[in-house]
């Protein structure tokens, strides 16, 4: 039978289709351990080690390298309450950006500047929230903390507001930073 060039052919075909199934069950097992290394370094540089929140953070887009984004997110949300981001609440938001070391055309300040440019939906600022809050609760590392969230997004509300001085946080504004205080502060006792 070793002579046999149909049986030859068939255990070649065989062989290279279990090959090809070795090569692409390697592959998979290298992308869930990329995935896997980048979930442990997402909740190393936040100081989590809940896989829940981990998850929760990678599913809203932050990797690594974007999670310092997240303590702005509700900052953001105050730019965007009246529906568009002002030149002066946009020099804020970056400044404050600039202040906590997200660096000028890193991957971070790419995606601010999508968000500053393209309003997230509101399921991101929510569940940012909701993450700010379940974060500081369980220990996360952040370099700021809900009250200097609260005051900065006051600023940026009052960075463009009023005249003279007078009702320089409009009613949305108002109305979004209680909701934004209620979220971040509302878990902590």
Excluded: C, N
Excluded at 66 to 77: A, D
């Amino acid at each position: 039978m070793a002579d046999d060039p149909l049986f030859d052919r068939a255990r070649a075909q065989e062989d290279e289709y279990f090959l090809k199934k070795d090569r692409e069950l390697i592959e998979l097992l290298r992308q869930k351990a990329k995935v896997q290394e980048e979930l442990r370094a997402l909740g190393q540089e936040v100081g989590v080690t809940d896989e829940g929140l981990i998850h929760e953070l990678a599913e809203l887009g932050f990797t690594p390298d974007t999670v310092k984004l997240l303590p702005l997110v509700p900052v953001l949300e105050m730019a965007w309450a009246e529906g568009g981001v002002t030149d002066a609440e946009r020099k804020m938001v970056v400044d404050l950006a600039r202040g906590r070391g997200i660096d000028a055309g890193s991957t971070a300040d790419h995606l601010l500047t999508d968000w500053l440019d393209r309003r997230p939906e509101d399921s991101v600022f929510r569940r940012a929230g909701s993450l700010i809050s379940a974060l500081v609760e369980s220990g996360g590392r952040f370099d700021i903390g809900p009250d200097d969230i609260i005051k900065y997004g006051e600023a940026v509300a009052e960075a463009s507001g009023g005249l003279f001085g007078i009702r320089r946080i409009s009613t949305e504004e108002r109305a979004t930073l209680s909701r934004i205080a209620a979220e971040i502060k509302g878990r902590q006792k």
